[in-house]
C-alpha cells in the first residue's frame, strides 16, 4: 500500500475556524510534538518492564525488542493494571489539545486501549475499519491515537483514508484477522479493494497525536521491524454529551462483560456471528446482562 504523509496541524491551533475546516474536509488532525514526550517514554518504559517480565521484549533494552515469542503470552490483565498509561491519556496537554480543537470542554473515556504489533504478526493486523461500527451508539465520539516511540515504515504504524468520513457508516465483513485484545474474535473490516480514498500516515515520533472521525476508515499497517509497537487508543467527546457504557467502562471490564454474555449465549446456541451482532448491540446501549435480555437482544437482530 503506498501512502501519503500527513501535514501537521500545529500552525491551526488557536485558529479554531481553520481547524474545523480541515477536520471536517480530512477527517482527522495530525499534530507533532504536543504531549510531554518524557511521560510518553516513561509509559513506553513502564509497559515494557512487564513486556519484559512476561518474555515478549528483551529486558534492558531503550526500545521494546520483540523476543520472538508469539502474542498469546501477554498477560493484559498486567498491562492494564499500570498507572501511567492513564495518567498519560488524562493529562494535562491532551485535555488541553481536545479541548482547543473541539472548540469545547471535553470528556475522555475510560476505555484506553493499549495496542501491542508484534514483528511479522499479519493474523492480528487491524484491517480498515471505523470505529463508530463497534462503539456507539453517539457519532461525535473522536478517537486519538498516540504513539509511544519512534515509528517509521518498517515498524507500521497506522494510516488513515483521507475523506472516508464523509461517506458515512460502511459495510464491515469478518476477515482472517484475529482480535488479540479480545482473544479470539475474528476481526471485521471493511474490504481494502473497496476503499477508494487515498492513505495517509507518518514518522510517528513520542509526543505526536492523531485525531480523527469515528467514520474515518484506519487500519494498522505491517510491523516488519524487531520491535515491538507501542501506541494508545483514547477516545473523547463533547462533554455536554451523557457518556454511554463504552465510555464508562474500562476495557478489561468490557472484556468481562463480553465473556459473561458470551457464556449466555453459548446456551442459547447462538453462533459466533449471531453472538458478536448481539454483544456489540447490548455493550453500545449498556444492557444488563441477564437470559432474558440476550434472548430478547437476539430475536430483536436475528
Known sequence: MTASRFTPANDLLGQSAALRRKYEQDGFLFFEGVLDAELVGRT???LCGVLAEQGVVRHGAITPLATGVGIDV?????LYALPLYVQLSNSEELQRLLDIVFDEPVSIYHSTNIRYALPMDELHASPPHQDHFFVGPNDDFRTVWIPLMEIDDSVGGLAVARGSHLGGLRDHVET?????ILKGRKQKGV???AIEEEWVTADFKPGDVLIFHCHTLHRGLPNTSDKVRLSLDV???PSRRPLNFQARTTMLEQAQYRADVKAIASTLGL????FEIVVNYMLQNGQPVDRATVE???A???
Open 44 to 46: 513506553r518504559q513502564e
Open 74 to 78: 501477554v498477560d493484559q490483565q498486567e
Open 176 to 180: 482472517e484477522n484475529v482480535s488479540y
Open 191 to 193: 474490504p481494502i479493494d
Open 235 to 237: 477516545r473523547c467527546q
Open 271 to 274: 453462533d459466533d456471528p449471531a
Open 296 to 298: 430478547r437482544v437476539a
Open 300 to 302: 430483536s437482530t436475528a
